[in-house]
């Protein structure tokens, strides 16, 4: 079974970065696709970014394409969300999450969730 622990975030002001990092422990890690999802309250959980098991293959929704970059790094189990130019519409709980399948953008897809780090961007 995936365990997974999310770290990172924190309070922030608009227009700040934010290195977000999730923590696997077993090793079919590396079979699984990984992703990020955000949750604002009173909202429904909202598919951020993907990255394939290899690391090749990466999918972002569109409001994040160009400020958020998703990484994985297999050999310490640890994937990261690097978030750029935030805004207080960013404000969310950002959870990891891990897959065999393939929709990415679909959170009943996932199998494994982190507990979830909340980010709050201030304006």
């Known amino acids: 079974q995936v365990q997974l622990v999310e770290s990172g975030g924190g309070l922030v002001q608009a227009g700040d970065s934010l290195r977000l990092s999730c923590a696997a422990s077993t090793r079919p890690f590396s079979r699984h696709s990984m992703a990020w999802f955000r949750q604002a309250p009173g909202k429904e959980r909202e598919f951020v970014a993907a990255?394939?098991?290899?690391?090749?293959?990466?999918n972002y929704a569109d409001s994040m394409k160009g400020r958020f970059t998703i990484s994985r790094d297999n050999a310490k189990k640890m994937v990261y969300l690097e978030t750029s130019s935030l805004k207080p519409e960013d404000t969310a709980v950002y959870y990891c999450?891990?897959?065999?399948?393939?929709?990415?953008?679909?959170?009943?897809?996932?199998?494994?969730w982190g507990q979830g780090t909340p980010v709050t961007v201030s304006s």
């Open positions: 999450a891990a897959t065999s399948r393939s929709d990415w953008t679909n959170p009943q897809s996932y199998n494994y």
């Open positions: 990255v394939s098991w290899t690391g090749g293959i990466t």
